[in-house]
């Protein structure tokens, strides 16, 4: 569960797609729905944007819907998952432990034991077993997109994209690891094969 970030989806399917900052009290109000709609014995939720009235649940779910909450804002975003999020996923970037820490702290304060809400993170990852392998693949990859390697490059460097050899791959999870991460999830277009090859080549056993 996040604000929304593409502009043509909500184009597209005609989603009203108001400002940050109305999408962030939105986003708010809808963890709070959400948590109250998962559990019988909440009073129900009012808000600005959404309104939930209590009601007898019979029967009663067996258990929730994990919420997870995601992205790369540095502030709202992890006080949000702090509050209500079963699983955080923090996206890569530089400040991934500020963010890990904004969230432990906000968990805390709501009353929560951050250690009960798994770490994660997404994105894409660019891996081959030799470096000449992995400019082939960027040479490959600019080409199909209409993009100089140069470019490609900076496009991955501002998503903070894991990329290089397995070895260097696998050492940059690691790092997110040592954060606390347990769990990534890999972007993109895969089949069968190229999955094999990138778990075999990150040493991850499926």
Known sequence: VGTGWMDREHEVFGFTYPDMK?????LEEALAYLSAAFNPEAPGFVGDHYRLEAFPLAPAPLGTIP??????????????????????????GPDMGERIERFTAAATEAGRDPDTIRLSSSGQVIAAATVSEFEDRM?????AAGLSREELEAHYEK????????EQVAERLEEF??????????????????????????GVTP
Do not use: C, I
């Open 139 to 143: 040479a490959q990859d600019a080409e």
């Open 177 to 202: 690891a040592a954060l606390g991460v347990t769990r990534f999830y890999f972007q993109g277009v895969f089949t069968p094969s190229d999955t094999g090859r990138l778990l075999d080549g990150l």
């Open 159 to 166: 998503r903070h994209t894991p990329r290089g050899t397995f």
């Open 22 to 26: 109305e999408r962030f009290a939105m």
């Open 67 to 92: 919420l997870l909450v995601g992205g790369t804002g540095g502030h709202k975003t992890p006080r949000l998952a702090g509050m209500f999020a079963d699983e955080f996923n923090v996206y890569p």
